[in-house]
Structure formats: C-alpha cells, structure tokens
C-alpha cells in the first residue's frame, strides 16, 4: 500500500512539473513576443520557475526516503528546509511583484491577472508555512527516535 501511494505521489509530482514546463516552453514564449509590457512579468515567472522545480526534486528526493525506510533523517528534514526556501523564495519574488501586476491589471482592465498572482503568492506562503511545520515535527520524531534507539 505505502508502495503504491508513493508511486502515484510521484505520478503527480511529474505531472505537476510538466504542466509547468508546458507553460514555460509554450504558453509564456507567445506573451514575451506580444507585448513588450508584459515582459517583467513573464521574466518573473521564468525566475519563479527555477525554485519551482527544486521544490518538487526535493519532494522526489523525500518519496525516496520513504521508499527506503529512511523517513525520519535529517536528510528528510534537509530536504523539507529545502522545499520550504524555495517556497519562500517564489513567495518573495511574486510578492515583490505584485505592484506591477496591479499596475497592469488596472490598465488593461484584467482583474483575474491580479487574481492568479495574489493565489500563487499564497499557495507557496502556504507550502512554505506546511514545509516549516513539517519540519519541526519530523525534528521532533527523529530526536525521539535517536532517544528510543539509545534506551533499547
């Protein structure tokens, strides 16, 4: 059974990253070429993109971990820091660029522009906020474990 879910995890994770890169190779492309005031906006996509794809390597990295019985390392809590930054870092770069999405929103009359960055903003605070609660559990269960493994 923990077999088969972390396959389908893992069907996910690559289905995710290839939605992605779908739009980072042909969707984003067609709006850099059509107007050159949207062009800090898809730069900021493609930048966003980078940590994007770090975050999902390190939940591969934690499916394997758990494939090989090895969930409660530091090398799980390694890899949760790691999603949490670059979380935070999409996080930062969405939010330092919203001001420009508003600005563009309100001149081209495109509210759900503005839409999809505030809710991509909040989804990776959000996976940020989870990654560090994880973390500090899974910190928890390895020093518990360490201690159970001393007294037996």
């Known amino acids: 059974m923990q077999r088969s879910s972390s396959i389908l995890l893992r069907i996910t994770i690559f289905i995710i990253g ?16 059509d107007e050159e005031a949207y062009r800090p906006i898809i730069a900021g996509m493609y930048l966003a993109a980078l940590p994007f794809f770090y975050g999902l390597y390190q ?3 934690i499916l394997g971990y758990i494939d090989r019985n090895q969930a409660f390392s530091l090398l799980s ?26 600005v563009r929103a309100q ?21 940020a906020l989870f990654a560090t609660l994880l973390q500090k559990l899974l910190g928890q269960a390895v020093t518990m474990k360490a201690e159970q493994d001393l007294t037996v």
């Open 107 to 127: 001149h081209d009359d495109a509210p759900g522009l503005l839409a999809i960055a505030i809710i991509i903003t909040l989804a990776s605070a959000t996976v």
């Open 59 to 61: 939940a591969l990295k």
């Open 18 to 33: 290839l939605f992605i890169l779908g739009l980072c190779l042909f969707v984003l492309p067609e709006g850099w070429s």
């Open 77 to 102: 809590i390694l890899a949760l820091k790691r999603i949490k930054y670059a979380a935070m870092a999409i996080t930062a770069l969405y939010a330092v660029g919203l001001p420009y999405f508003y």
